[in-house]
């Protein structure tokens, strides 16, 4: 998978995407990532990127003109005239088969490079094995219907999107060129989201940028690519994967101060443990977010057993202690 971001302050993935799972996922060649710098698209000497709101108005609004120079550099001229042109519902302006725009800021030195025109990306990429990671060999004629997942796919990151959550992530990882578009101050010119094949929110709240929740997004998809991480249930077995909140985890020492380790756990009944674990999801998942235990329910994934159990923590009637019919 390539991943991009343009952004004005692109060193502020240098420690997220320089350590843990998302370093070892480049290291791997499962993930290559390249952070540019919207500046380098600007013509002015404070290479300037915002600018008064028209109509007026407190804080600055992102501009157009870098933003798509931009993207024209990293995924071709041709690829934004059909972006346009699909949004103003005109006719695509000669297909997406030739572009010899390549892209030069940002490059990364882990992988071989690739070139970014719209014919590269959204035809089928011919790869062959070199020594460190995968090369690519050349490209042929992009087809008359391209994979979605195989085109690039322009993400932004704003309040008006769609929530994120983990649908949302296995959606992402399927793709394979993502090119995050953060956006800073007051917003972004409007425009610019004629660009866009993903709008998302992460919730509820104002974060200083945009680099900040597509990390966030970025992490969630790549955890999900095969052989990031180290078991292969990694992803499968957690919390929201199976629509419950994960059980409580364990480790040694079996006694800390008092606290100790579940027996059914020491036990080695796997089936016990199994069922033991099923219980502790979906109690904790019943008291922290009854709402997914409501859309387990409507989507018929809880068992008779699951919900047996969930009966036996419902709170008893008024009066019961005391005998009350």
Not at 16 to 22: D, N, W
Not at 179 to 205: K, M, N, P, Q
Not at 230 to 254: H, I, K, M
Request: hydrophobic share 40%; aromatic share 6%.
């Amino acid at each position: 998978m390539l991943i991009e971001t343009l952004s004005t302050f692109p060193h502020m993935y240098d420690s997220v995407m320089g350590e843990s799972m998302m370093k070892r996922a480049q290291e791997k060649c499962i993930l290559e990532f390249r952070a540019h710098d919207l500046r380098d698209w600007t013509h002015d000497r404070h290479r300037t990127t915002d600018d008064d709101p028209y109509g007026g108005g407190a804080g600055l609004v992102m501009k157009c003109d870098p933003i798509f120079e931009a993207v024209e550099a990293i995924l071709g001229k041709e690829f934004v005239e059909a972006k346009l042109a699909s949004a103003m519902g005109k006719p695509a302006p000669g297909g997406l088969a030739s572009s010899s725009t390549t892209v030069e800021p940002g490059g990364d030195a882990g992988c071989p490079d690739r070139a970014s025109s719209a014919a590269n990306e959204t035809a089928q990429w011919a790869v062959s094995q070199s020594e460190d990671c995968l090369s690519e060999s050349g490209y042929p004629a992009a087809p008359p219907q391209v994979d979605s997942q195989q085109a690039p796919q322009i993400i932004f990151l704003a309040p008006q999107g769609r929530p994120f959550d983990d649908a949302y992530a296995d959606k992402l990882a399927a793709a394979d060129h993502l090119l995050f578009i953060c956006g800073h101050y007051e917003g972004i010119d409007e425009r610019v989201y004629t660009l866009a094949d993903h709008v998302i929110s992460l919730g509820d709240y104002v974060l200083t940028s945009g680099e900040l929740a597509s990390m966030v997004v970025i992490d969630a998809a790549v955890r999900k690519l095969p052989g990031v991480l180290g078991a292969a249930e990694g992803p499968v077995d957690e919390s929201f994967t199976s629509g419950l909140l994960e059980y409580p985890q364990y480790t040694r020492p079996a006694d800390f101060r008092g606290m100790a380790v579940p027996e059914v756990l020491t036990s080695g009944n796997h089936a016990a443990i199994a069922r033991w674990r099923r219980e502790q999801s979906l109690a904790r998942t019943a008291a922290a977010r009854p709402d997914l235990i409501a859309a387990a329910e409507a989507a018929g994934r809880l068992t008779p057993a699951d919900q047996k159990f969930l009966k036996l923590l419902e709170p008893a009637p008024t009066g019961a202690a005391e005998g009350v019919s």
